[in-house]
């Protein structure tokens, strides 16, 4: 019999009281910094001052310490409330007010101002950070020569609020991603603890503490606030606005067409002198706006010309809003499928190593976003049928032709002991108690190569018996999962270059030949990131374009943002 020991009295009570020992030094350690700053506010009172830091800090207290701050769960980042978040600061700061000084210094202020303005860029209205209230507080604030601790509690809480909620929006997003895109899984456990930003500000000559440092670290969206900055900027260019007025207004000559391509993609800038260069000039305007490309002048194209810069900059916003829905910092090696782009990029230190084509889910059959770890290299996979598959195209197969519908899809079934049964055992209202598995070969609905990438979705990257997909433009044709252009390549650097083993493909070719199953566990495991992004880079990697909405998942999500 196990015998079980009893804990030794004496070390429980020599931990306890120790605990209780830091404890009460951590309590009385706050309390005497917060009764040195009285003491320095009081001490500060004898000379002129903008108002009384002491008397503030008491109002500040009674404000915020009945909300309760818990600093074990502040430690894990996790908290991601405005509001908690706002008692931690002041708390961190034993409710001294955090902007405001009685030597009426506001710079910390005016760089706040500054920022929230500058937010715009990233497709955010400034008015939810109440810009307007703080820059007439401000003035108030520098134009009275004092101020009651009233004023000052307001002012202070309110920059600090809007700083809060600024950082969150940056960092998390504005909105919660399942009210915008019920298809949207893909995780951000990304910590954020920026009270312990603003408890700096504390210290004497301590530099602001920037809002840059909670946005997106994705080279995507640095580009995408460029592109923001940009056509903003064409809101108040004469030129422009005179071409969209002449357009707008029956002159739609080629020369107004052109000053609007240009002004909008200014790096396509070529001098209009040819019919060849303004029809390269339509093309280039049709490919960065998502237009199909055949150089006409149609309806469409017309529409884009005309359209004000707003419907731009919305779709601009909806793309950030969405790389905010992600962790703030890629990995430093990743996997990257953009859904409506149709192209599959691995990425090393934010730079393209590799990419291809890639064929994804049909409008009826969405591929969702997500996150995932891809785990394995599979070579000769086996095809066990998904639950969407099996009710949409197996079972409506076996009711029309039985077994022969079997035969032909290369389709075995199996129950759950293993045994393989007729396909007359199997209806509509049995099939979940069987297994319909394709064996691997040439006609194996995953090809030659699987990557897996464990997730509750059973989405993963894989071959595809149908080349002939790649190469077409409309490649929304698959039942949810990813297929690949080059899934030999992409296993070989996988394995060769990132697994350092001799894996060329010329010894995929030889395990394929034996039609057995091979897996390859990942070491260094890789993330995988399947997103919905309308607006992406271009194959130079230094321009945005702006791609087709095939799934109409932008609309919403632009409603949200206004």
């Known amino acids: 019999m196990e015998v079980v020991k009893r804990p030794n009295n004496y070390l429980v009570l020599f931990i306890l009281a120790v605990f209780a020992v830091s404890t009460v030094s951590s309590c009385r350690s706050r309390k005497e910094r917060k009764a040195s700053k009285h003491a320095q506010a009081k001490e500060a009172t004898v000379q002129e001052s903008k108002f009384n830091e002491a008397d503030a800090a008491d109002l500040l207290d009674n404000l915020m310490s009945g909300r309760g701050v818990d600093d074990s769960l502040f430690a894990k980042g996790k908290v991601y409330d ?29 760089g706040l101002l500054q920022e929230l303005e500058d937010i715009q860029h990233d497709g955010l209205d400034t008015a939810r950070y109440r810009v307007g209230l703080l820059k007439r507080l401000l003035g108030q604030y520098q134009q009275s020569k004092t101020v009651n601790e009233d004023f000052v509690l307001n002012f202070d809480t309110l920059c600090t609020q809007s700083y809060l909620q600024a950082a969150r929006d940056l960092f998390l997003g504005a909105i919660v991603p399942k009210k915008a895109d019920s298809l949207w899984f893909h995780a951000n456990d990304s910590v954020w603890q920026p009270y312990s930003m603003l408890a700096a500000l504390g210290r004497a000559d301590a530099d602001y503490p920037s809002l840059d440092s909670f946005r997106s670290r994705y080279k995507t969206y640095t580009l995408l606030r460029d592109a923001m900055k940009k056509y903003r900027a064409l809101a108040a260019d004469s030129n422009y606005l005179y071409a969209k007025q002449a357009a707008n207004s029956g002159g739609f000559t080629d020369s107004i067409r052109n000053a609007i391509i240009t002004a909008e993609l200014p790096w396509q800038a070529i001098v209009p002198d040819s019919i060849a260069v303004n029809s390269g000039m339509l093309k ?58 149709l192209e599959l990029f691995f990425r090393i230190n934010e730079e393209n190593a590799m990419h291809m084509e890639v064929v994804v889910g049909k409008t009826l059959r969405q591929t969702p976003s997500l996150n ?59 099939y979940k108690r069987y297994v319909f598995r394709q064996d691997p070969g040439d006609d194996n609905a995953l090809g030659y190569v ?28 698959s039942s949810g999962c990813v297929r690949v252009q080059k899934p030999k390549e992409l296993a070989e650097f996988i394995l060769t270059e990132q697994e350092g083993k001799r894996y060329p493909i010329s010894r995929i070719d030889s395990v394929i030949t034996t039609k057995k199953t091979r897996y390859e566990v990942l070491k260094n495991k890789i993330p995988v990131h399947i997103v919905y992004l309308t607006a992406f880079e271009d194959t130079t990697g230094t321009q945005i374009r702006l791609l087709t909405d095939v799934y109409k998942r932008d609309r919403k999500l632009k409603s949200l943002l206004q």
């Not at 900059?313 to 990995?331: D, H, I, S």
């Open 82 to 110: 405005v509001s908690r978040a706002m008692a931690k600061a002041y708390a961190d700061e034993d409710y001294f007010p955090i902007w405001l000084t009685e030597n009426g210094d506001v710079s910390y202020v005016t």
């Open 284 to 341: 280039s305007y049709q490919y960065y706006l998502g237009i199909t490309t055949h150089r006409k002048k149609d309806s469409l194209t017309q529409a884009y010309l005309k359209a004000p810069i707003d419907s731009l900059t919305a779709r601009l916003a909806v793309n950030m809003e969405r790389l905010r829905w992600m962790q703030q910092v890629p990995e430093q090696k990743y996997i990257i499928v953009n859904i409506p782009l």
């Open 372 to 430: 995932a770890n891809m785990a394995n290299v599979v070579i000769n996979p086996p095809w066990g049928v998904p639950p969407t598959i099996m009710k949409k195209d197996v079972l409506p197969g076996m009711a029309r032709s039985g077994q022969a519908y079997l035969n032909k899809k290369g389709l075995k079934v199996y129950d759950l002991k293993g045994n393989r049964v007729s396909a007359a055992n199997v209806n509509s209202n049995n």
């Open 450 to 477: 699987k990557f897996n990438l464990p997730n509750k979705w059973d989405i993963y990257l894989h071959d595809t018996p149908h080349r002939e997909d790649f190469g077409k433009n409309d490649r929304f044709l």
